[in-house]
């Protein structure tokens, strides 16, 4: 079941890459806008309350205010890294290392061990998440990108491992809906700085009319696989579901030819020649590693 629900997940995961690619570079100009009102979004998570929102305790929001407070930071430099960089090259390059931060943070704070089977998947997956990724960039700065999408990994893993330390000690909605309350409030502090405040509080009508559509479907996506994901998360290892991240790059490499096709002047990607037989090989080795899960 777990299996399933990942899959669905990490396809409208893509979707949302996709989008938030499109977006990053073409109409919003500072990452810190487009963080703030996804964590805006994630409050609808409340619609959960009915069916179990309880006091938490002292302990668990603290884990749940840092658990949010490393996905915005997460969020900030994924979105500085796509806005240098191909989407197709970034985002598979922070989900080839962000299950490896989660295999360092779960073994500590959880307790989590693989066994053989497991983890020899888990490492053909993370071989095929980074093979994907490994491409001449077309950066100005290639190593900030490296360094900005690290951080984004070591974050994204962090807050991926709280995330499931807190469903396995609370209800899967107490945890879901805690987590995106902290994250909401972790992300007012980019309030702090005026530029932010500007941009945030002052958006620009014509840019609101004209993404505001395109946003919505994005956070759509993102939203139902985010609940899914972390559905997936209470249900079984969470090292072995970020693992599977993989497969959201197949999917993605997959809309990326589509819109190359269809659009190309929306997307500034490479998906040609050696490069796209790069791409197909490192998917070989990630379907091989799922294969390996069942």
Request: net charge positive.
């Given at each position: 079941m777990w299996l399933i629900i990942s899959i669905i997940g990490y396809f409208l995961n893509a979707i949302a890459a996709v989008v938030d690619k499109i977006l990053i570079s073409k109409k919003i100009t500072n990452p810190a806008v487009y963080v703030f009102f996804i964590s805006l979004l994630g409050l609808i998570g409340f619609v959960l309350a009915p069916w179990g929102f309880s006091w938490i305790g002292w302990w668990y929001l603290?884990?749940?205010l840092l658990a949010g407070?490393?996905?915005?930071?997460?969020?900030?430099?994924?979105?500085?890294?796509?806005?240098?960089?191909e989407s197709s090259r970034v985002t598979p390059f922070i989900g080839g290392f962000s299950p490896i931060f989660v295999f360092i943070f779960s073994f500590f704070l959880l307790g989590e061990r693989l066994n053989l089977k497991q983890l020899v998947a888990f490492v053909v997956i993370i071989l095929g998440t980074v093979l994907i990724s490994v491409s001449k960039s077309k950066a100005k700065n290639p190593t900030s990108v490296y360094f900005l999408s690290i951080f984004s990994a070591l974050m994204f893993g962090l807050s991926y491992t709280l995330t499931k330390y807190l469903f396995n000690n609370l209800s899967f909605v107490d945890g879901f809906v805690w987590v995106r309350l902290t994250t909401f409030f972790a992300a007012l502090f980019l309030l702090v700085t005026s530029q932010n405040r500007q941009d945030i509080l002052h958006q620009d009508k014509n840019m609101v009319k004209q993404s505001g559509a395109l946003f919505l479907f994005g956070q759509v996506a993102g939203a139902g696989s985010f609940l899914l994901?972390?559905?997936?998360?209470?249900?079984?290892?969470?090292t072995l579901v970020n693992a599977m991240q993989g497969l959201q790059y197949a999917f993605l490499l997959i809309l990326v030819l589509v819109l190359f096709k269809w659009r190309p002047?929306?997307?500034?990607?490479?998906?040609?020649?050696?490069?796209?037989?790069q791409k197909i090989v490192a998917i070989i080795l990630i379907g091989l590693g799922l294969f390996l899960l069942v």
């Amino acid at each position: 079941m777990w299996l399933i629900i990942s899959i669905i997940g990490y396809f409208l995961n893509a979707i949302a890459a996709v989008v938030d690619k499109i977006l990053i570079s073409k109409k919003i100009t500072n990452p810190a806008v487009y963080v703030f009102f996804i964590s805006l979004l994630g409050l609808i998570g409340f619609v959960l309350a009915p069916w179990g929102f309880s006091w938490i305790g002292w302990w668990y929001l603290g884990v749940s205010l840092l658990a949010g407070a490393s996905f915005v930071l997460a969020l900030l430099y994924l979105f500085k890294s796509l806005k240098i960089a191909e989407s197709s090259r970034v985002t598979p390059f922070i989900g080839g290392f962000s299950p490896i931060f989660v295999f360092i943070f779960s073994f500590f704070l959880l307790g989590e061990r693989l066994n053989l089977k497991q983890l020899v998947a888990f490492v053909v997956i993370i071989l095929g998440t980074v093979l994907i990724s490994v491409s001449k960039s077309k950066a100005k700065n290639p190593t900030s990108v490296y360094f900005l999408s690290i951080f984004s990994a070591l974050m994204f893993g962090l807050s991926y491992t709280l995330t499931k330390y807190l469903f396995n000690n609370l209800s899967f909605v107490d945890g879901f809906v805690w987590v995106r309350l902290t994250t909401f409030f972790a992300a007012l502090f980019l309030l702090v700085t005026s530029q932010n405040r500007q941009d945030i509080l002052h958006q620009d009508k014509n840019m609101v009319k004209q993404s505001g559509a395109l946003f919505l479907f994005g956070q759509v996506a993102g939203a139902g696989s985010f609940l899914l994901i972390n559905y997936a998360i209470s249900l079984t290892s969470v090292t072995l579901v970020n693992a599977m991240q993989g497969l959201q790059y197949a999917f993605l490499l997959i809309l990326v030819l589509v819109l190359f096709k269809w659009r190309p002047q929306l997307l500034e990607e490479r998906v040609k020649g050696w490069v796209l037989v790069q791409k197909i090989v490192a998917i070989i080795l990630i379907g091989l590693g799922l294969f390996l899960l069942v």
